[in-house]
C-alpha cells in the first residue's frame, strides 16, 4: 500500500505564491507519473500538472506560466510552486501517484490540502 501526504495549503492574498509538497510511502518499487490535481467547490476535479520520472510535463491552459511541479525521485516527492494565484484557484488540491509496488501497480491518492486565494 502507498500512501501520498500532500503539504503547504493555506489562505493567501491574490497575486501570491504558494508551494505544496507531497511524499509518496510505503511499498514502492518505482513511481511513475506524479500529478496534482484540483477540485473548486462544485466543479469536477481537473489536472493541473503532471511529471515523468524523467523531468517531462505538462499543465493546464489555465496554469502556464504560473505553476511549476517538479520531483525528486530520491525522495518519491512531488512539488507544485504556485506564483500569481488568483481567487479562481481555489480548490482542493490533490496529489497522485501511479507507480509498481512490490507485489502490485498502485494508484494512490493523497487526503486534499486546500488553497484559498482571498484579500
Known amino acids: 500500500q502507498v500512501q501520498l501526504v500532500e503539504s503547504g495549503g493555506g489562505l493567501v492574498q491574490p497575486g501570491g505564491s504558494l508551494r505544496l509538497s507531497c511524499a509518496a510511502s510505503g511499498s514502492i518499487l518505482v513511481i511513475n507519473a506524479m500529478g496534482w490535481h484540483r477540485q473548486a467547490p462544485g466543479k469536477q476535479r481537473e489536472l493541473v500538472a503532471g511529471i515523468t520520472p524523467s523531468g517531462s510535463t505538462n499543465y493546464a491552459d489555465s496554469v502556464k506560466g504560473r505553476f511549476t511541479i517538479s520531483r525528486d525521485n530520491a525522495k518519491n516527492t512531488v512539488y507544485l510552486q504556485m506564483n500569481s494565484l488568483n481567487p479562481e484557484d481555489t480548490a482542493v488540491y490533490y496529489c497522485n501517484a501511479v507507480g509498481r509496488g512490490y507485489y502490485k501497480q498502485f494508484n494512490s491518492w493523497g487526503q486534499g490540502t ?6
Open 114 to 119: 486546500q488553497v484559498i486565494v482571498s484579500s
